[in-house]
């Protein structure tokens, strides 16, 4: 059994994606970001950095004790190797595979999440012009989109001519090319990949996953949202135990 520890956000939404492609059993733990779960002492002994998502294995190969993984670009490698699905193991596809996934993680993932936290902070004028970060990540998501699509146009997925972890990693963040504010029509192969990977029953459950949890977060007071605005944006090192 996996139990997944989840939010449903894009990073979350890759591993439940895998989970659901790959049948394996699972459990959902919510951690729920805005009151800030992630910072409780149970969860920072599965992942100390604090972020979600991350699973515990309870029946890992070899029948030995379970086995924690943060990071949803090493969850991802986990879970197809425990599986033997959507990761080639020859080392030209292997690694076909890996340099998307590592992509991802440190390219689209990043330079989009920034690019959503500049259009979220605009928003509300008491933070200041945000002009720059705006104009600096919206060109950041415009390559990234660009990246994608050149990979695409002769090729049926991102590591080749087989679906494959590279693809789950990247599809909950291109999938929301609106929210970003870019154009799909100009990266038609990555909308020809988008709308595949949208028909996969598979990938819409994955990606449905958890969608009634966000009402958690719904008619907080101005208190609260003050609190958990502060959770989530303003975060220092935490110390280490004495």
């Not at 949208?198 to 990938?203: D, N, Q, T």
């Amino acid at each position: 059994m996996i139990d997944l520890y989840y939010w449903p956000t894009p990073n979350g939404q890759k591993v439940s994606i895998f989970l659901e492609e790959s049948a394996l059993p699972y459990r959902v733990v919510p951690l729920n970001l805005g009151r800030g779960d992630q910072f409780t002492k149970e969860f920072l002994a599965i992942n100390p950095n604090h972020r979600m998502p991350a699973i515990v294995d309870t029946a890992p190969a070899g029948g030995d004790e379970p086995i924690s993984v943060f990071e949803s670009g090493a969850i991802l490698m986990y879970l197809a190797e425990k599986t033997g699905q959507l990761w080639p193991q020859t080392p030209r596809e292997k690694y076909q595979v890996v340099q998307w996934v590592l992509w991802q993680m440190a390219n689209q993932g990043p330079k989009l999440g920034e690019c959503a936290h500049f259009i979220r902070a605009a928003q509300t004028a008491a933070n200041g012009d945000q002009s720059y970060g705006l104009t600096r990540f919206d060109n950041e998501a415009n390559r990234l989109y660009g990246v994608m699509n050149n990979r695409l146009y002769d090729r049926r997925y991102l590591a080749g001519d087989d679906y494959s972890i590279s693809d789950i990693a990247c599809y909950p963040w291109a999938v929301n090319w609106t929210y970003f504010k870019q154009d799909i029509e100009e990266f038609k192969h990555v909308k020809r990949w988008l709308e595949e990977l949208s028909a996969r029953p598979a990938v819409q459950r994955g990606m449905s996953l958890g969608k009634e949890l966000a009402a958690d977060n719904d008619n907080v007071s101005p208190e609260e949202a003050a609190r958990r605005a502060k959770v989530l944006y303003n975060q220092r090192a935490m110390p280490a135990p004495n």
